[in-house]
């Protein structure tokens, strides 16, 4: 996403991360090295993740899915480096987009640690949240699940 952070600005997307992580380890360990142009919040107690529905996984989709290992194999032959084991490998994630009256208008919940929305599908979906109308009901919410 850090790729295509003028194409979201052009077409008005703001991205945020959400992370469990205390702000010490995202600092020292994953984002060393990193200039991340998004805003990070934390959630040490994963009320977000609670909220939003983002569950957890097992050992196999933790460590040994298929789809996990193939995108550190990606990663890897890109020549990008491992930024190591999270605290707990069995939290999973999420990808969601919201429109400007904040209507949940794409989602996508991990199935396990290999499971991301491919960038070119958000960047779609925040081009199709810019066209909404802007509502301030929250009624009718037209949502995408991917997958």
Same mark, same amino acid.
């Given at each position: 996403?850090?790729?295509?952070?003028?194409?979201?600005?052009?077409?008005?997307?703001?991205?945020? @991360?959400?992370?469990?992580?205390?702000?010490?380890?995202?600092?020292?360990?994953?984002?060393?090295? @990193?200039?991340?142009?998004?805003?990070?919040?934390?959630?040490?107690?994963?009320?977000?993740?609670?909220?939003?529905? @983002?569950?957890?996984?097992?050992?196999?989709?933790?460590?040994?899915?298929?789809?996990?290992?193939?995108?550190?194999?990606?990663?890897?032959?890109?020549?990008?480096?491992?930024?190591?084991? /999270?605290?707990?490998?069995?939290?999973?994630?999420?990808?969601?987009?919201?429109?400007?009256?904040?209507?949940?208008?794409?989602?996508?919940?991990?199935?396990?640690?290999?499971?991301?929305?491919?960038?070119?599908? @958000?960047? /779609?979906?925040?081009?199709?949240?810019?066209? /909404?109308? /802007?509502?301030?009901?929250?009624?009718?919410?037209?949502?995408?699940?991917?997958?």
């Amino acid at each position: 996403m850090i790729e295509q952070q003028a194409e979201i600005d052009q077409i008005g997307g703001v991205v945020v @991360l959400v992370a469990y992580d205390r702000p010490g380890l995202i600092g020292t360990r994953m984002m060393r090295g @990193l200039e991340v142009p998004f805003p990070i919040l934390f959630d040490p107690e994963r009320v977000a993740y609670r909220a939003w529905g @983002l569950g957890r996984t097992g050992l196999f989709g933790a460590m040994l899915s298929p789809s996990l290992n193939w995108r550190y194999l990606k990663l890897l032959i890109r020549g990008e480096r491992f930024l190591g084991f /999270a605290p707990d490998m069995f939290q999973l994630g999420g990808d969601f987009v919201l429109d400007r009256s904040h209507r949940v208008r794409f989602v996508h919940r991990m199935r396990n640690n290999g499971d991301r929305a491919p960038v070119a599908r @958000l960047i /779609a979906e925040f081009r199709n949240a810019a066209q /909404a109308p /802007a509502d301030t009901s929250l009624s009718e919410t037209s949502t995408t699940e991917l997958g």
